[in-house]
């Protein structure tokens, strides 16, 4: 729990103080969106397949921490972070990194508590390795998708 704690005062000190392109309504759109989207994606693979979990195999408010405080202001720092407007190379060069970082810090999760909270069932990091570069992109379309539908409201 210590670890979880830390990340998530971290990753919100960190997504907040370095936000330069994310208005408020952005914010609230991935903060919502990855909440939904994420709950959603755990639930079954935590809950049906139980290729992976936080803390115990249950439902449990310790739980909802992780999805509520801690993947949305990763979110907001990749999506701030992105090179919009660079070449296709970069944009691929920083999702790969990116996804880097994310692994590296699951394998962190994976210690024993206080540290870590996180456990594999079947789940191995290869997977995440392959499904997280999907799910950000998933983020980027979402993102785009809210960019176009404020400005076509404006006109």
């Given amino acids: 729990m210590i670890g979880l704690l830390i990340a998530i005062f971290v990753f919100n000190f960190i997504a907040f103080k ?18 939904a989207f994420q709950t959603l994606f755990d639930m ?22 992780p999805h509520v405080l801690l993947v949305p202001p990763v979110n907001m720092m990749f999506l701030n972070w992105y090179p919009l407007n660079a070449k296709i190379s970069k944009r691929i060069v920083y999702i790969i990194v990116f996804v880097c970082a994310i692994l590296l810090y699951e394998l962190i999760t994976l210690l024993p508590e206080p540290w870590g ?29 809210i960019g176009r539908i404020e400005r076509i409201r404006e006109t």
């Fill in 18 to 35: 370095t936000n330069k392109r994310l208005t408020p309504n952005h914010i609230v759109h991935i903060w919502t969106f990855t909440i």
């Fill in 44 to 65: 079954f693979m935590e809950l049906k397949f139980h290729g992976y979990w936080y803390f115990k195999k249950a439902i449990e408010w310790e739980g909802v921490l």
């Fill in 117 to 145: 909270y996180f456990h594999y069932g079947w789940w191995k990091l290869w997977h995440a390795a392959l499904i997280d570069p999907v799910l950000l992109l998933i983020l980027l379309f979402y993102y785009k998708w």
